[in-house]
């Protein structure tokens, strides 16, 4: 089992940046996966970005050229840059892991992020 502790999420305006981060309790090193996930109001949980243990990285079609998710294994981190920020970026977005490829998805408590001005 891996607690994952997600934090940077906030309010911020149309066109802005922020940078989300996930610190897990263990090493992420051999992990099959991590990634982020939103959800809005009213809406099911969707995949925004996953980065895979080689570093393979996959995005939704919707954040493609303006997110960037990375992966530290030395601080046990992964994060997600979010540039070009738009109102329909608002949700609530949740940490993923993955320990293994048999393992069920271990999920963080969740960040606001709210794209208004």
């Known amino acids: 089992q891996v607690q994952l502790v997600e934090s940077g999420g906030g309010l911020v305006q149309p066109g802005g940046s922020l940078r989300l981060s996930c610190a897990a309790s263990?090493?992420?090193?051999?992990?099959?996966?991590m990634g982020w996930y939103r959800q809005a109001p009213g809406e099911q949980r969707e995949l925004v970005a996953t980065?895979?243990?080689?570093?393979?990285?996959n995005y939704a079609d919707s954040v493609k050229g303006r997110f960037t998710i990375s992966r530290d294994n030395a601080k046990n981190t992964v994060y997600l840059q979010m540039n070009s920020l738009k109102s329909e970026d608002t949700a609530v977005y949740y940490c993923?892991?993955?320990?293994?490829?048999?393992?069920?998805?271990?999920w963080g408590q969740g960040a606001q992020v709210t794209v208004s001005s």
């Open positions: 993923n892991a993955r320990p293994s490829v048999y393992s069920a998805p271990e």
């Open positions: 263990r090493s992420i090193f051999t992990f099959y996966s």
């Open positions: 980065i895979s243990s080689g570093g393979t990285k």
